[in-house]
């Protein structure tokens, strides 16, 4: 445990954006899945509706810092490509 008064605040800093980060991971996370879900139905008009929901939320958990920047490009992008798919 921490021992010295700035420690104590590091620590309850910490555990303050472990919270914060797990909340919007989390939400990320549900939101992929619905899409996923969207997608395994093969209707188009769903996924897309889905598509449109989850791109925010993906980059809005980027621009917070809780996952980098590519990594969050990277999702939206595999995640468009298979909604893209669906309508071929």
Known sequence: MANHKS???RNRQAQERRMRNRVNRSKMKTAIKSLNQAIETGSVDDAKNALAETVPV???????????????????????????????
């Not at 969050?72 to 595999?78: W, Y």
């Open 7 to 9: 420690a104590e605040k």
């Open 58 to 88: 993906i980059a809005k958990t980027a621009s917070k810092g809780t996952i980098h920047k590519k990594n969050a490009s990277r999702k939206i992008s595999r995640l468009t490509k298979r909604v893209n798919n669906l309508e071929a």
